[in-house]
Structures are given as C-alpha cells and as structure tokens.
C-alpha cells in the first residue's frame, strides 16, 4: 500500500487554479521520459521504456502523475533532480520503497513498482520540497520550485524526472520538464 494515499489504486483530482503561475494562471509542466541520452547526468541504460510526468499548479500544491511502460527493472526511486540533471539535487522525491533510507522524505512509499508499468499520482506540498536539504534553503515551497522548474533550462536549471530502478539504480528513464 502507498502510505500517502492508503488504497492501490492511485488518484488525485486536480482542483482549481491557485493563480500563482507565471501568466496569472495556475503553472503546468511536462516531461517526456526515455533513454535517449539528451539529458545530462543520464548514461545509457539499453532501456526500451517510456514514460511521461505531468505537473499542474492547484490550491492544494503541485499535483503530479509520472506513468511509465517497458522497464529493465522493477521501479526503486521516481523523483525529481534540479540543475537540469539525472544526478542533480533531490527536488522532490515522489516515490521510495518502504525501508529505504529515504522513505520518510517521500510522498508515496510502498512495494517495488513494477517494470512493466503503473502509474503514480499526488500532490507535492511544501515540505516535499528540498527534502535531502541540498539547496541550502533555495527552493523551499511550491512556490519556490515552480519557478524553478519555469526557468527550465537544461543543464543550468529547471527540474528534471527520473525513474531509477533495480536495472539502472542512477537512471533508467530521465527527462527535462518543461512548461506548458
């Protein structure tokens, strides 16, 4: 079972606009995941898989759904990196299996996810944020992360997601999220 949301099957309804966004509106952003080396800090892993992350501003945070098919390996970590790469900073961690080192600084815990797919869903709230500390009280809202993800400049800033797994513990799928 995933802690932060006590059923298997996992859903978020995404409320309405908290009107922080750059344009006035709520902030959106997307990332499309493979393994085809584009994103810095991402080696190779001989993965067929694909995914995708989709993040949208609400009243309540920054509400997420990071879904993926084809992996190598059962899914260890879904997160997302700063300094516009696969080994940047931990931003936000989205999922840790149960008894991991980190699992209390994650916002969905449980069992190995499966390679062959699934999807995860929930809201990032301020103390998601930054959880490792590595930003040295930089990014430490929702606020502050999104306009960090807005300035999604790969290799100097933005935010990207990565999926590590039991076949490519650093990386097996990795991409830049950009704003919508």
Same mark, same amino acid.
């Given at each position: 079972? #995933?802690?932060? !949301?006590?059923?298997?099957?996992?859903?978020?309804?995404?409320?309405?606009?908290?009107?922080? *966004? @750059?344009?006035?509106?709520?902030?959106?952003?997307?990332?499309?995941?493979?393994?085809?080396?584009?994103?810095?800090?991402?080696?190779?892993?001989?993965?067929?898989?694909? *995914?995708?992350? $989709?993040?949208? /501003?609400?009243?309540?945070? !920054?509400?997420?759904?990071?879904?993926?098919?084809?992996? /190598? *390996?059962?899914?260890?970590?879904?997160?997302?990196?700063?300094?516009?790469?696969?080994?940047? @900073?931990? #931003?936000?961690?989205?999922?840790?299996?149960?008894?991991?080192?980190?699992?209390?600084?994650?916002? =969905?815990?449980?069992? #190995?996810?499966?390679?062959?797919?699934? $999807?995860?869903?929930?809201?990032?709230?301020?103390?998601?944020?930054?959880?490792?500390?590595?930003?040295? @009280? /930089?990014?430490? $809202?929702?606020?502050? !992360?999104?306009?960090?993800?807005?300035?999604?400049?790969?290799?100097?800033?933005?935010?990207?997601?990565?999926?590590? $797994?039991?076949?490519?513990?650093?990386?097996? =799928?990795?991409?830049?999220? /950009?704003?919508?």
């Amino acid at each position: 079972m #995933l802690r932060s !949301l006590g059923v298997a099957g996992l859903a978020v309804g995404v409320a309405g606009c908290s009107g922080t *966004g @750059g344009d006035g509106g709520s902030a959106a952003f997307v990332a499309e995941l493979s393994d085809d080396g584009s994103i810095p800090g991402h080696e190779g892993s001989n993965s067929d898989g694909t *995914g995708e992350a $989709t993040l949208e /501003e609400t009243d309540e945070g !920054l509400s997420f759904e990071v879904s993926y098919e084809n992996l /190598e *390996g059962a899914v260890n970590g879904v997160h997302i990196h700063g300094e516009g790469a696969a080994d940047g @900073g931990y #931003l936000v961690r989205f999922f840790e299996p149960e008894g991991s080192d980190h699992a209390d600084e994650a916002i =969905l815990t449980g069992e #190995l996810l499966a390679a062959d797919g699934d $999807t995860i869903t929930g809201t990032v709230q301020d103390d998601h944020v930054n959880p490792s500390g590595d930003y040295d @009280g /930089e990014i430490e $809202t929702v606020s502050a !992360l999104v306009s960090e993800l807005e300035d999604a400049e790969l290799g100097s800033s933005g935010g990207v997601v990565n999926i590590h $797994t039991e076949h490519a513990p650093d990386s097996e =799928l990795a991409g830049q999220l /950009e704003p919508q």
